[in-house]
């Protein structure tokens, strides 16, 4: 099983739609988590991190769920803007800090 | 531009050739990381740096992979003998410990092995 495991999509929604996204965990002493953005071609981004009480960003709202292991993003409002791939992604229980990241789930907003 | 650099931005070798990319972190960023990402996959983790000491390695480093930090700024990754499964993105991160700890990656080498 992987480690992180996402649907890759893709998902294509009309723009100002609403989007989720989840993807589930096996390591369940994880202690940090992220959601990356990825552009085509382009090196990932950090979105934002993801904590127990979860939290929001603009049109961007997280959540971690530690008992069932997985954490979501949801996307309000879509933007041409936001076409990407979306990584979920944990750090480490170690020193290191090390990410694991899972394979994404690529979003394309269209018109 | 402050943000992590990594030279050169493509490489194309033939199999059996050696390579090495540079990877300048953020500047005062004490830890550094690879990851290799193939298409379709998230990035994957080789190796990290805390200064000039690497502390840990990944399986997937096999012994053709070496990468020095050695004064504690820039890092490089030689790959030996390449072969075609070597062809990738390869990623620097880096972060600075302490500080959150996040990590900013660079815009990556893609290495293509024909």
């Known amino acids: 099983r992987k480690e992180v495991e996402q649907d890759p999509g893709p998902f294509n929604v009309p723009e100002g739609a609403t989007v989720a996204f989840n993807c589930t965990y096996s390591n369940s002493a994880s202690q940090s988590f992220f959601w990356y953005r990825q552009d085509c071609r382009k090196e990932p981004k950090l979105l934002m991190s993801v904590y127990s009480s979860g939290n929001e960003d603009g049109r961007f709202t997280a959540q971690l769920n530690r008992a069932s292991q997985y954490i979501s993003l949801l996307i309000r409002d879509s933007k041409l803007s936001d076409s990407a791939t979306y990584l979920c992604v944990l750090g480490d229980t170690g020193t290191a800090s090390k990410l694991t990241f899972g394979t994404g789930t690529r979003l394309q907003v269209t018109l | 531009d402050t943000g992590v650099s990594q030279n050169p931005r493509h490489k194309i070798t033939k199999r059996g050739q050696n390579v090495t990319f540079r990877c300048d972190p953020i500047?005062?960023?004490?830890?550094l990381y690879w990851y290799r990402q193939t298409l379709g996959q998230g990035p994957e983790f080789l190796t990290y740096f805390q200064n000039e000491a690497q502390l840990e390695k990944s399986r997937l480093l096999s012994d053709r992979f070496s990468a020095e930090r050695p004064k504690g700024s820039f890092s490089t990754l030689e790959i030996q003998r390449t072969e075609q499964g070597d062809s990738a993105m390869y990623l620097c991160?880096?972060?600075?410990?302490?500080?959150?700890?996040?990590?900013?990656f660079g815009p990556g080498t893609r290495l293509t092995v024909l």
């Open positions: 500047s005062e960023h004490n830890r």
């Open positions: 991160a880096s972060s600075l410990a302490g500080g959150g700890d996040t990590q900013y």
